[in-house]
């Protein structure tokens, strides 16, 4: 980094002071401090004694480029060279792939890359959808060089799983691509979530087993009831995202968890608005900072105004699915976290697909509703932010406006408030929808200048290049590890040890399985017989030679996109167990049943007597849960969620209402229950 020093002593006391107090952006009153410049296929241009990128390679310092200026001066000027169709490119957001990535293909390998996936494929595909990482990727721009250069697309979403490694020359390829284009303009990269321990891995949602460091499931964090360590998991997330070039997470879920059936709980931080909140602040702060900057990662969160209350659980994603009520009239309540997001500054909010019905409120999806954008979320709640559309609401899910035409669509949706829609690679149709005149490009500009204020914020005009090296050594790293285990272990929460089997004495013969049904396999029983065994336990291979029974139950609803439409049930024999082995098995021996809770499981098919001892895990490791058993460690972790206690419970509860407030009776295992030894 340069720094200009100035003869006089009192100027250089006063340029460490900048330094220190005002940040890298020059204004009034202010010495300039020559940042970071990467490059690839632009010239440098030197003025002052100082260096600035040639991005529109005119051979002279135009305002854009001028990193001394203020933002908005910059965007002005950048926004004036663009043409209609770069800003209408820069309004898209695209999936993006590397060659070799096959995880989005139902029918084997296809030899390039695209830029983005056929909607009809995504809904034909979405259930069969795999994440396993991938060896190495081939590096190319195959079907990316016309999204850049033809498309003029600078946002994308990257679904891959790989290494860190070739993440970062990816990026690095892709930057140097846009950089390469007229006008020099950078690209971000989104993601989904990589650092969880999460059952639905399925597209849109999470992307599974990473290199990244391995954090409990959403509600896990949640059920942590630890805002500090919350704190710490989203500051290490960011570390290992920026350096592999990921600048931009689609997440985290504001939403609230009060319909139990809904099947994206598992993404939720629980089902008090208060505790969300709580959460919600901490992970905006943790990954952005107290505001955008160069070491940043530019959340957007969603789904606004909350797509918990849906009817009978289903999901807008589908057709049946596409109607959210409040009955309990909560509506209000739903609301707060999203309230805690703004505060923290999230840089990016995500409407929903479904449409409110028996409200004040259009009956029309989300994202094309006037009085939810405009109304509630800009004027309302003051948000300034990017307006960001889930995957597909104008050719997929266009829920209340299926009378429109592409083109009306597109136009109400914007004029409603949306900047960026996802879910398509061709920005055609559009670009239609302004040279005929149902969009004026003033309003584009406005949409345009939100989404370059969020690159500018964050450096990429300087320097959105990595260093693929680096990045190997940082993922995943050991010391972000050690506290990942600590979240995984304080996510455990104790629910019942009225035997008082828990902790484990030493030596005690233990027969631990685990019981998970994915569909695949022809037994879903696996007797664990941990090796090195550091637990002091001695574990056994059949129940017969044990003093205690530790089974961990994972019930498995399946995705969340081969939902049918048909009612969604709770009961552990609904959702691949084989009650009648769990019954035999826990009735034989004092029993340790663990529970995954990916769901608020209904769990009166298992007998009473068999449910002494109960533990609930929200994505954790077996040497987690062994840890806890065994008393390595003090188990401290709360119910972020309320367990309905039969399906007569589930199906008179008023979906938008958090358990906690339900009549009593409605739950088994309650909100903020807990024990420790």
């Known amino acids: 980094m340069k720094i200009i020093q100035p003869a006089s002593a009192v100027f250089k006391v006063a340029l460490l002071f900048c330094t220190l107090t005002c940040g890298f952006q020059g204004s009034f009153g202010q010495l300039p401090v020559q940042p970071i410049l990467g490059h690839r296929n632009v010239e440098i241009l030197k003025k002052d004694n100082l260096e600035f990128k040639d991005l529109n390679k005119n051979k002279r310092l135009d305002k854009y480029e001028d990193w001394r200026l203020p933002v908005e001066i910059r965007i002005k000027d ?91 020359e990816w990026s690095n390829n892709l930057q140097a691509l846009s950089e390469s284009s007229r006008l020099g303009i950078p690209s971000i990269v989104a993601s989904n979530p990589r650092n ?14 990473t290199v990244f460091s391995k954090w409990p499931g959403e509600l896990g964090l949640a059920a942590m009831n630890d805002l500090k360590l919350t704190r710490e998991f989203a500051e290490i997330a960011a570390q290992e995202w920026s350096a592999v070039g990921l600048r931009k997470g689609y997440m985290y879920m504001a939403d609230l968890a009060t319909e139990p059936r809904w099947m994206r709980i598992e993404g939720t931080f629980g089902e008090n608005a208060d505790l969300v909140s709580g959460m919600i602040r901490e992970i905006v702060l943790g990954f952005q900072g107290n505001k955008l900057g160069t070491h940043s990662v530019a959340l957007t969160t969603k789904h606004f105004p909350g797509g918990g209350p849906q ?63 405009k109304d509630l979320l800009r004027k309302k709640l003051g948000f300034k932010g990017i307006i960001n559309s889930d995957t597909g609401p104008i050719d997929m899910m266009p829920w209340g406006v299926q009378n429109l035409s592409i083109l009306q669509r597109y136009q109400k949706a914007i004029m409603s408030g949306v900047d960026i829609f996802s879910g398509s690679a061709n920005p055609a149709l559009l670009i239609e929808t302004v040279k005929t005149g149902l969009v004026s490009e003033k309003r584009i500009d406005e949409s345009v200048e939100k989404l370059l204020k969020e690159k500018f914020e964050l450096g990429l005009f300087e320097n959105p290049y990595v260093d693929p090296e680096a990045a190997l050594k940082l993922v995943g790293n050991p010391e972000f590890q050690k506290m990942g285990d600590l979240a995984l272990r304080k996510s455990i929460v104790l629910l019942r040890n009225e035997s008082k089997t828990l902790p484990l004495s030493k030596k005690v013969k233990v027969y631990f399985e ?64 084989d009650v009648a082995h769990i019954n035999q098995l826990t009735s034989s021996k004092p029993t340790i049943l663990a529970i995954n809770f990916s769901s608020p499981w209904v769990i009166d098919e298992i007998d009473k007597g068999n449910l002494k001892t109960v533990l609930a895990t929200f994505g954790t490791t077996k040497d987690a849960l062994l840890d806890v058993v065994s008393g390595n460690f003090n188990p401290s972790g709360k119910m972020p969620i309320t367990t309905p206690v039969s399906n007569q419970a589930v199906l008179d509860n008023q979906s938008d209402v958090p358990g906690f407030m339900k009549p009593k009776g409605y739950g088994l295992f309650k909100f903020g229950e807990g024990l420790s030894y």
């Open 196 to 209: 969880h321990v999460t059952m639905d891995n399925s597209i849109g949602l999470s992307v599974g087993a």
């Open 78 to 168: 950048l926004i004036s060279q663009m043409s209609l169709e770069e800003k209408i490119g820069f309004m898209v957001i695209s999936t993006t792939r590397m060659a070799g990535d096959f995880s989005f293909q139902a029918n084997g390998p296809k030899p390039e890359i695209t830029s983005g996936f056929n909607e009809e494929d995504l809904v034909q595909t979405m259930n069969m959808f795999t994440h396993k990482p991938l060896p190495n990727p081939t590096l190319t721009a195959a079907g990316t060089t016309k999204a850049v250069l033809t498309y003029h697309l600078r946002h994308f979403i990257l679904r891959a799983n790989t290494d860190a490694k070739t993440m970062a």
């Open 514 to 577: 685990t019981y998970y049904d994915n569909g695949k396999t022809k037994n879903p029983i696996s007797v664990v017989k941990p090796e090195p065994n550091k637990w002091n336990l001695d574990f056994v291979s059949t129940p017969e030679e044990a003093d205690v029974v530790l089974v961990w139950l994972i019930p498995n609803a399946g995705s969340l996109f081969g939902s049918t439409g048909t009612p969604i049930l709770l009961n552990l024999s609904k959702n691949k167990v």
């Open 311 to 373: 009817v009978e659980g289903q999901d807008p994603h589908f057709e049946w699915g596409q109607d959210q009520h409040y009955p309990g009239g909560m509506f209000d309540y739903h609301l707060k976290p999203f309230k805690a997001a703004i505060d923290a500054g999230t840089s990016a909010i995500m409407p929903y697909y479904a449409k409110p019905i028996k409200t004040k409120f259009e009956e029309v999806g989300f994202s094309y509703n006037e009085g939810i954008i």
